[in-house]
């Protein structure tokens, strides 16, 4: 079994890299700096919030941050994140990922190719 003091609890589950732990496999702590490197850029560019509830996934958003910050960014950091930064989130069906209560129109704005 994991040791939960490893990882980060959101919703009151452990968060690995991959995002929720799901099974009883070892996975690899998140990683401070890039958790850090999405706050900073959150705070200096605020994602727009859906007052609709939560609509975009941990993983699109990993998409998205990896492109602007031009790094490697694991959906648990992501998770951590938002979590930290204050935004709703909703786990997704026991699964690795969480909704997050941004528009969906600041993702697309924002993930540029």
């Not at 939960?4 to 919703?11: H, I």
């Not at 706050?39 to 998409?63: F, M, Q, W």
């Not at 699964?95 to 941004?102: D, E, F, K, R, S």
Request: aromatic share 10%; net charge neutral; proline share 4%.
């Amino acid at each position: 079994m994991i040791a939960a003091t490893k990882f980060e609890l959101v919703l009151g589950f452990p968060v690995c890299r991959n995002g929720f732990i799901q099974s009883d496999v070892v996975s690899f702590e998140p990683v401070e700096s890039a958790i850090q490197k999405i706050v900073d850029y959150c705070e200096a560019n605020p994602p727009t919030i859906d007052k609709r509830g939560v609509t975009v996934t941990s993983y699109k958003l990993k998409h998205v941050f990896e492109r602007l910050l031009g790094t490697y960014i694991s959906n648990g950091e992501t998770i951590i994140a938002m979590n930290r930064l204050g935004y709703t989130l909703k786990r997704t069906n026991d699964g690795p990922n969480a909704l997050v209560n941004i528009k969906s129109s600041w993702v697309y704005a924002t993930d540029i190719d």
